[in-house]
């Protein structure tokens, strides 16, 4: 792109209500939150179950700090791993019963990992056309053939395998979409799979934490285990730290360590904020209250939404989008909401497809049921007569 068109193309992203600006947080993350310089009531973190300033995970940084310095100063395979780093890693892996686990610094740079140390040029990724764009990206840079399934189809998917031909093959999915927060079939994405020799790498950047037994997400949920398949997981929503894991077997592990660009080219995480995300995973484990109490401000908040006649899609999870349409109407109802006091994101293409721009509202266990309810009463006042576009 020349450098003379830049400014023409920013100009018409403003024009078309695409623009995205940067907020500035002053302050830890939590129910309400100070944004450029206002007290705000949040329904946009990820940070599922209030875990993102939780002392006892703050402490073990701070504890971590003392031990191993602020930075890891080095790659995993050259002087970065630490005691810290392995110890993670095994808890990891008995958490989501894997065998092996390997941190990444981030979900983006993990599933870029997995994909490009797995397939090769001529191979095929099969991925939901709702997948998360580090899926979608992987796929795209790792050399092979991407081939997008309608979302949820698994018709349309055993279509597409049973014709690909002979060739390696890999299934990707998000286990919770992070844009509709449905869930994947996973049992029947696993079973196909498995009958066309494929890999299934799930994505569960949105399920850990939240589903499962002991928060131990999507594939827990849906009872799924077996060796071709491959989780990935972060670990700055649920469990409030940073950074990302991949957990699968052994040979699957010491191929990443071998292979994946991401991994071996990229200093390794803080070993304190290892001891960190040790101290969020004993919540998470710990944390069937939090479920539960998150479960049912999503429950409150659908029965809710569903008597002021809000087009709400079919999720259960934490994540509740409310569909507006077009998205300088979304723009509208997000500004209007904050100037109620209340801070909801609009989502707009392509981020989701056309004509499908909304609010994006999630819930954290840390919200109580008052605020659910001020919510709604700010839902009714915004979109009962529906904004109109800037």
């Given at each position: 792109m020349a450098r003379s068109d830049l400014q023409a193309r920013l100009d018409e992203r403003r024009a078309a209500h695409l623009y995205r600006r940067r907020r500035v947080l002053d302050g830890p993350q939590g129910p309400e939150i100070e944004v450029d310089g206002r007290r705000l009531l949040a329904f946009c973190s990820n940070d599922y179950l209030g875990l993102a300033s939780h002392p006892e995970v703050a402490r073990a940084f701070q504890r971590g700090i003392e031990t191993y310095g602020t930075g890891s100063g080095a790659a995993h395979l050259v002087t970065g791993h630490s005691r810290a780093h392995h110890a993670l890693e095994e808890e990891l892996a008995e958490f989501t019963g894997r065998p092996r686990a390997l941190l990444f610094s981030t979900g983006y740079m993990a599933n870029l990992?997995?994909?490009?140390?797995?397939?090769?040029?001529?191979?095929r990724v099969f991925e939901d056309r709702f997948n998360h764009a580090s899926l979608l990206d992987a796929a795209r840079m790792s050399g092979g053939k991407l081939v997008r399934y309608r979302h949820l189809d698994m018709a349309?998917?055993?279509?597409?395998l049973t014709s690909a031909g002979f060739c390696e093959y890999l299934v990707a999915t998000d286990g919770v979409f992070s844009m509709d927060g449905d869930l994947a079939p996973l049992p029947e994405l696993a079973r196909m799979a498995e009958g066309h020799g494929a890999w299934l790498l799930v994505d569960d950047a949105h399920g850990l934490g939240v589903l499962g037994e002991q928060g131990s997400g999507s594939l827990s949920h849906w009872q799924v285990a077996g060796e071709p398949v491959i989780l990935m997981g972060t670990l700055g929503k649920a469990f409030g730290t940073f950074g990302a894991f991949v957990a699968a077997d052994a040979a699957v592990i010491e191929t990443l360590i071998q292979q994946a660009r991401t991994y071996v080219?990229?200093?390794?995480?803080?070993?304190?904020?290892?001891?960190?995300?040790?101290?969020?995973?004993?919540?998470?484990?710990?944390?069937?209250?939090r479920r539960a109490h998150l479960r049912a401000l999503v429950a409150r908040f659908r029965a809710g939404a569903?008597?002021?006649?809000?087009?709400?899609?079919?999720?259960?999870?934490?994540?509740?989008?409310?569909?507006?349409?077009?998205?300088?109407?979304?723009?509208?109802a997000s500004e209007a909401l904050r100037e109620r006091g209340i801070l909801v994101p609009a989502m707009r293409p392509p981020t989701v497809p056309e004509r499908t721009a909304r609010l994006r509202i999630t819930f954290s266990a840390a919200h109580t049921e008052a605020q659910v309810d001020r919510l709604l009463e700010a839902l009714e006042a915004v979109l009962g007569a529906p904004p109109v576009a800037g």
């Open positions: 990992g997995v994909v490009g140390a797995l397939t090769g040029r001529g191979d349309e998917l055993h279509q597409r080219y990229t200093t390794a995480l803080p070993p304190a904020l290892a001891e960190a995300t040790r101290a969020a995973l004993r919540l998470v484990r710990d944390g069937d209250d569903e008597q002021l006649g809000l087009d709400l899609l079919a999720s259960e999870t934490p994540i509740q989008p409310v569909v507006i349409g077009e998205p300088g109407t979304a723009v509208a």
